[in-house]
C-alpha cells in the first residue's frame, strides 16, 4: 500500500473518530504539523484546570494541586505526577509554542486526566489473569528459573490477594500448560461479566543492560506497535480498541502502584501501545505488563526474591481499586 493511499486512508479514518472528540476540543488552537493534526499545549491547560504553564529549560511543565505534567519539545515522552507515558508521536515545538498530537491528547492525555468519563468502566467485579508462556513455551529464561513460573507465581498471588478483596479471579492457566495466544483470549471472552484483563510478564533482552518496568496497552486505529513503523493493519480496528480509554487509565492505575511499590529497585521505562494479540483480541479493558528483566543481572536476583513479587502484586491490588474508583465517579454536570 502506498504511502499517499495510507494517509488518506488515515485521515478516513480518523476524522470520523476525532468527530466524537471534536465538541470539548472545538475551541482549541490546533495545526497541522508534519501532515497530523496538533493541539497547543496552552489549550490543555484553560480545558483541563491547570494553574500554570512554565519553561524550565527545554521542558513545558503543567501543574495544579493534583497534577504534575512535564513535556520536551523534540520527545515522545510525557511524566504525569512522575509516570512515563510514551507518545504516539513526538511533543513538536512551532512559533514558540509547545503542541501535542491530537491522537495522543484524545487517546492518551484525556482519559489519565479524566477517568470519570470513561463510560461503565467501573462497573466490574471480575479480573483476569493471565500468566504468559507455560508447558513447552518457557519465556525468558536465566540460571534461577523461567519466566512461565515466574508470571504463574505473580499471578498466584495476585490472585489470593484479590479473593480476599472481594473479587472473582479467572485464571487462564493455573499450572505450568501451554496455551496459545488465541486459547487466552477465548478463555478471556467466555466471561459475559464486565471484567478486566491482565497479562503478566518478565522482560528479557537488551544485551543484560535493559531493565525495569513497562507497561503496555493497545495500539488505537492508527498508532503503529512500539518501536516499529505504520503499516496498512494498523488502521484496522480491533477488539480492544473499544477500550482505548479504559486500556489507559488501567495501565496507568497499575504502572503508577507498581513503581511507587518498587521504588529504587526498579527503574520506569513507560507505558506504551503495542499490538499483542491478547491486548487485541480480548473484549474487557486490557493490559500486558513487564515486570522486570530476566536478562539483567540484578533484576534477575529481584524478581526470584518472595519479597520483590508481593511488592508488585501488592502494587497491582491496590491498583485495581484505585483505578474501579476512579472510573466509577460520574462527571460533572457541566463540564
Not at 484483563?197 to 506497535?225: D, K, Y
Not at 508481593?310 to 460533572?332: D, H, L, M, N, Q
Request: proline residues 4%; glycine residues 10%.
Amino acid at each position: 500500500m502506498t504511502s499517499r493511499r495510507i494517509s488518506r486512508l488515515l485521515f478516513a479514518v480518523l476524522l470520523a473518530w476525532f468527530g466524537t472528540c471534536l465538541t470539548g476540543f472545538a475551541q482549541w488552537e490546533t495545526k497541522q504539523i508534519n501532515g497530523r493534526d496538533y493541539v497547543n499545549v496552552e489549550g490543555m491547560r484553560k480545558f483541563y484546570g491547570f494553574d500554570s504553564i512554565k519553561r524550565s529549560g527545554r521542558e513545558v511543565i503543567l501543574e495544579n494541586k493534583k497534577v504534575i505534567m512535564k513535556l520536551r519539545p523534540g520527545a515522545q515522552e510525557c511524566l504525569m505526577n512522575g509516570v512515563k507515558f510514551v507518545f504516539s508521536y513526538k511533543v513538536e515545538e512551532s512559533g514558540g509554542k509547545a503542541w501535542v498530537s491530537r491522537i495522543d491528547l484524545s487517546k492518551l492525555v484525556d482519559p489519565v486526566l479524566r477517568p470519570n468519563y470513561i463510560g461503565n468502566a467501573g462497573d466490574f467485579r471480575t479480573v483476569i489473569i493471565d500468566p504468559g508462556h507455560g508447558g513447552k513455551d518457557p519465556g525468558a529464561t536465566n540460571s534461577l528459573g523461567t519466566e512461565a513460573n515466574y508470571n504463574l507465581k505473580v499471578a498466584e498471588e495476585l490472585k489470593k490477594m484479590l479473593t480476599e478483596r472481594g473479587y472473582k479471579v479467572v485464571m487462564t492457566r493455573d499450572s505450568n500448560r501451554y496455551l496459545t495466544l488465541q486459547e487466552r483470549v477465548n478463555i478471556a471472552n467466555r466471561i459475559n461479566d464486565n471484567a478486566i484483563f491482565i497479562s503478566i510478564h518478565h522482560n528479557s533482552g537488551g544485551r543484560s543492560s535493559a531493565r525495569g518496568l513497562e507497561t503496555f496497552t493497545l495500539s488505537p486505529i492508527g498508532v503503529a506497535h512500539y518501536g516499529r513503523g505504520l503499516n496498512s493493519s494498523d488502521y484496522q480496528a480491533r477488539t480492544g480498541n473499544s477500550h482505548d480509554s479504559a486500556n489507559v487509565a488501567l495501565a496507568t492505575a497499575v504502572h503508577g502502584s507498581v513503581s511507587r511499590r518498587l521504588g529504587k529497585n526498579s527503574l520506569d521505562r513507560g507505558i506504551k501501545r503495542a499490538r499483542f494479540s491478547v491486548l487485541t483480541g480480548v473484549k474487557h479493558p486490557s493490559i500486558l505488563i513487564e515486570v522486570g528483566f530476566m536478562t539483567h543481572p540484578y533484576e534477575a536476583r529481584l524478581i526470584n526474591n518472595p519479597t520483590f513479587r508481593t511488592a508488585v502484586v501488592t502494587g497491582i491490588a491496590e491498583a485495581i481499586g484505585k483505578y474501579r474508583f476512579a472510573v466509577s465517579k460520574k462527571p460533572p454536570v457541566n463540564p
